[in-house]
């Protein structure tokens, strides 16, 4: 037990910056939407509005969730639960990950292996982290919804689905540590089952029966193969359920304890999904720098195209759903209308550019992870072997940064190219495809602000790269899609480049802003590169 303690202590050491600032930050977040909800929400009459206008349109149900009523409690949780769900298991995802396969790559768990300890405890200590910090994300969570100004009982049920859908990302983060034969592997795998569950959620919702007086909403059955779906059902300050949450507790711990089981039967390095060989010899694209960062970054960025075309067919499937049920009602499309005064916009394209919107987020993230090799290259000893010979630091961040951007533009183009093929398909209109490619890359610009960002903080804060890197991103994405709900002055939600992004086809292309997005990621990243000479290789 001695043994125990003083690994889950070394663990948790290694996280003090890196837990508080997940926990702190989802914590925050909860406590912004239920006092916006509070405050901006308060007559009944406007929550009855917002909730008509989700119930009848799968757009919204697909984007937030499912609708359960009218008190500032639903509609809270309606507004913020998805979201920080997602947040909650990507913290979980990344922590085991990180303390389990990643500390195999660089060499910590064989000198842990080194002494007389049981084989899996490592791996216990961290499913025993991952817990605890969902129960302190529990803690805090209710306490700030209850801050918020929502009802004690139904915060204590919302903050518990919240933390049963993070233990459940434990277990399956942990199976994806034994399983995966790298760190980034599995952690690229893990956040793939994160973003699934949302998509899967979403679909599940989008296919829901409204109530007749469009107040609920009945999931479709698919909602119910999510973890996160299983949250929602908890349904916290309408009709409280502990059992759905019992049953996403239950599936987190087997697949906690499978993880245990694989663990003691794997050889330290070894994995249930072998990497493959080399070629005995380099071809042309690997024998320069540019084309080592690209073999590098090659696997991660099929998964986020895969990721995108998912989301793309998603889109261009449920557009013209969306504009057949905002048509057989005149009163929604009215309320509709009012979300984007000024414009004459179609349904289906505003339902078209919210995703595309989220596919430019996911796009910057898949840049993000891309820079973030560089500082994985540097702790693991990589970067001083390549840095030894004739190549310069310059080359070196220039051509992982020309990938991490390359990255930026080919998810975001595919994103827009599997939209538009969905969309031709319905419609039968060519050129659907090539207007969704031009409305999705027209979010590229705000995500390479973020690829700029991530590698000034590696060249200035090395150890902070990626915790700052990710963080930064969640805070742009939550800018961009919770600040008008949270009333942020609009100068606060300016911060993010994502605000200046332009929603087309709702609205025109903004060249000015574009350019000006361009010439910052452009500054930034040159002022890296500058930073970097400077400084010292780190571990």
């Keep these: 037990m001695r043994a125990f303690l003083t690994l889950l202590g070394s663990q948790l050491r290694r996280d003090r910056w890196v837990l508080p600032f997940w926990i702190g930050g989802i914590s925050a977040l909860g406590i912004a939407v239920a006092s916006a909800i509070t405050t901006q929400f308060a007559d009944e009459g406007e929550r009855a509005s917002i909730i008509a206008i989700a119930a009848a ?51 910590r768990a064989e000198l842990l292996g080194a002494t007389p300890i049981a084989r899996s405890m490592p791996l216990a200590a961290t499913v025993v982290l ?7 994300l529990v803690v805090l969570l209710a306490l700030a919804y209850v801050v918020g100004g929502l009802p004690v009982e139904g915060s204590v ?39 699934g569950a949302y998509l899967v959620r979403g679909i599940g919702d989008a296919l829901g029966t409204p109530s007749d007086d469009l107040l609920r909403v009945t999931p479709n059955p698919i909602s119910w193969l999510s973890p996160i779906g299983w949250g929602q059902a908890a349904r916290p300050y309408s009709e409280p359920m502990l059992l759905p949450l019992l049953l996403v507790l239950g599936v987190g711990v087997a697949l906690a304890g499978l993880a245990l089981a694989l663990r003691s039967r794997r050889d330290l390095g070894a994995s249930l999904v072998p990497e493959r060989s080399g070629r005995p010899a380099a071809r042309l694209g690997g024998r320069s720098v540019l084309g080592l960062a690209w073999r590098l970054q090659r696997a991660t960025l099929l998964g986020w195209v895969a990721g995108v075309v998912v989301l793309g067919a998603i889109a261009g499937g449920l557009a013209p759903v969306v504009a057949q ?23 289906a394209d505003v339902f078209l550019a919210a995703l595309l919107g989220l596919g430019g987020v996911l796009a910057g993230a898949a840049g993000v992870q891309a820079v973030l090799r560089l500082r994985a290259e540097e702790v693991e000893g990589r970067a001083e072997l390549l840095l030894a010979t004739p190549l310069s630091r310059t080359r070196w961040v220039a051509a992982t940064a020309f990938v991490a951007a390359a990255s930026v533009l080919i998810v975001t183009l595919a994103l827009g190219l599997a939209t538009g093929a969905v969309l031709a398909r319905s419609s039968g209109e060519s050129p659907d495809v090539l207007r969704s490619a031009g409305a999705a890359v027209a979010h590229a610009p705000a995500a390479l602000v973020f690829v700029g960002v991530t590698t000034l903080l590696f060249a200035v804060v090395p150890r902070l790269t990626i915790a700052l890197g990710w963080g930064l991103l969640v805070i742009g994405l939550v800018l961009g899609q919770f600040g008008e709900l949270l009333g942020l002055p609009e100068w606060v939600q300016a911060i993010s480049p994502f605000f200046h992004s332009s929603a087309v086809p709702v609205v025109e292309l903004d060249v ?28």
């Design 325 to 347: 049920a905002v048509a057989e009602n005149d009163t929604l499309a009215r309320l509709i209308g009012s979300l984007v005064p000024g414009t004459e916009a179609e349904t």
């Design 57 to 107: 349109n799968p757009a919204f149900l697909f984007l937030r969730g499912l609708p359960d009523g009218l008190s500032v409690g639903a509609v809270a949780f309606f507004q913020g639960f998805a979201f920080t769900a997602v947040l909650a298991g990507l913290m979980s995802t990344f922590l085991v990950v990180r303390h389990s396969r990643a500390d195999e790559e660089v060499g």
């Design 157 to 195: 049920v919302a903050a518990l689905a919240v933390g049963s859908v993070g233990v459940v990302f434990v277990g399956i983060a942990a199976v994806l540590a034994q399983l995966m034969p790298s760190g980034r592997s599995a952690n690229g795998a893990a956040s793939a089952f994160v973003i």
């Design 512 to 539: 000015a802003a574009t350019g000006i997005l361009l010439a910052v990621a452009a500054a930034v990243l040159a002022a890296a590169i500058v930073a970097l000479r400077r400084r010292d290789l780190t571990a």
């Design 130 to 136: 991952g817990m605890l910090a969902n129960a302190v």
